[in-house]
């Protein structure tokens, strides 16, 4: 660690008291909170783009899943859904899907025994038919049949503790990754965020529309936090605000060390073997796959490793709003910012990708507040004027965000072009 980000994280320090002084203490753990989990996201996507040049804009939908996941996994259990015959309609519709997948693996292979590829193709299409009608007809009743019979309209989660929900999260959005990698990663940059978009908005579709799975936009609420709430704190006797105090304290802790250890782990495969070979594949893939190097293979992994973090960070964003609300994922709050976050710390540097996740949410949240502020001071002396006061301040402010975000990359691209931090390049004699 460099005595450049040593110098950027006391600035970061400073900041956040000075938001304590003047907001309080439990508005700065808030925000430090939610500005770690963005930290994990923009580092996911550091290692995405600032180390393997993947253009990824799919971060929305790899968040769903976190979300999602963690919602199904902590949850309690809806009994009424496992006392019904949704379990056995809903296991019908996995046996039919599970067909299907098998049915298209082997016609895939059929070019094995000589059936020439062309026929091959089209009877794949075919089987992809076969497949999703077979796969409709059984889940269609099953999620009519839980949706509408089944107390509650969908299947509840497990019940299991929600570190889990944590793990698994950052599972399934790998596995979401690996299947987007395998079908896009072999375009240009260009046509991979395309691609990428795509893959974002189906899952959010598919999230969105599936109640009996997701309760779509009737949200699921509440997510449990892995440490007390302040409730469990005023039950106890504890003050109201002093309650917010401690679970947002609590929340914050588990935060930054799961984004410790992220870093760490990062920063010490980054400076191995693996991380040589990684920026081999991002600054010349052919004259890495002339070396011998899997560059498809390497892609994919990186590709994985980074929707790890971004699944876990959904994760953890959702359990510390207690909410899951498919509704609420907004392009620009869950793919624009996190870009501009590692643009503006440094790509190809993990404190530089987390210091920017830290400021941008930081000026994010407060360019409203404070330009409230600013404005109802400038109307009161419009006032003192004759001229008026200035009107429907509160919307202004919240507009000012987007201004404040534009003038924050602007700011980034004239003077600091390559971040905050920029990568360090290390060179062995």
């Known amino acids: 660690m460099t005595r ?52 990824n804009l799919a971060i929305m939908g790899l968040l769903m899943i976190g979300g999602m996941t963690v919602s199904s996994i902590s949850m309690p259990i809806n009994w009424a859904f496992w006392n019904s ?10 046996l039919a899907a599970g067909a299907g997948v098998l049915l298209i693996l082997g016609v895939r292979n059929l070019w094995r025994i000589g059936i020439p590829r062309g026929v091959v193709t089209w009877l794949t299409v075919l089987a992809w038919l076969a497949g999703y009608v077979l796969y409709r007809t059984q889940i269609d009743p099953a999620a009519s049949y839980i949706e509408t019979q089944v107390q509650g309209g969908w299947v509840g989660g497990l019940g299991l503790p929600v570190y889990v929900g944590y793990a698994v999260a950052g599972a399934l959005a790998g596995l979401a990754a690996w299947v987007i990698g395998k079908i896009s990663l072999g375009l240009r940059s260009d046509y991979l965020a395309i691609a ?56 914050v802790l588990v935060t930054l060390a799961i984004l410790i250890v992220a870093v760490l782990l990062v920063e010490r495969a980054y ?11 991002r600054d010349n893939h052919i004259a890495a796959s002339s070396m011998g190097k899997d560059v498809k293979a390497r892609q994919i992994e990186i590709f994985v490793f980074g929707a790890v973090l971004m699944g876990i960070g959904g994760a953890l964003l959702s359990s510390f709003n207690q909410l899951f609300d498919p509704g609420g994922y907004i392009p620009i709050n869950h793919t624009f910012l996190i870009w501009v976050m ?16 830290f400021l941008v949410y930081l000026m994010w ?65």
Do not use: C
């Open 271 to 281: 400076a191995g073997p693996w991380g040589r070979m990684m920026r081999a594949v």
């Open 196 to 251: 990428t978009i795509g893959m974002s908005e189906i899952i959010r579709a598919f999230v969105k529309n599936m109640d009996w799975l997701t309760r779509g936009t009737l949200t699921v609420t509440p997510i449990p936090w892995p440490v007390p709430l302040p409730g469990a704190y005023q039950d106890g006797g504890v003050d109201i605000p002093t309650s917010f105090v401690y679970g947002q304290g609590g929340f």
């Open 85 to 94: 015959d949704g379990p056995m309609l809903l296991g019908r519709a996995i």
């Open 4 to 55: 450049r980000v040593l110098i950027a994280y006391l600035a970061l320090a400073v900041l956040i008291v000075i938001i304590g002084m003047t907001r309080g203490v439990s508005t700065a753990l808030l925000l430090t909170a939610i500005s770690s989990i963005y930290a994990l996201v923009a580092l996911g996507l550091n290692i995405q783009f600032g180390y393997g040049g993947l253009f």
């Open 342 to 357: 590692v643009i503006v710390g440094g790509m190809g540097n993990s404190y530089g990708a987390v210091l920017g996740g």
């Open 365 to 429: 949240a407060m360019s409203e507040p404070v330009s409230a502020a600013i404005f109802a001071q400038v109307s009161r002396g419009t006032v003192a004027l004759g001229w008026g006061p200035i009107p429907e301040i509160d919307a202004r402010a919240a507009q000012m965000r987007v201004f404040v975000l534009g003038l924050v990359i602007w700011l980034s691209l004239r003077f600091a072009p390559k971040g905050l931090l920029p990568e360090v390049i290390r060179r062995h004699v």
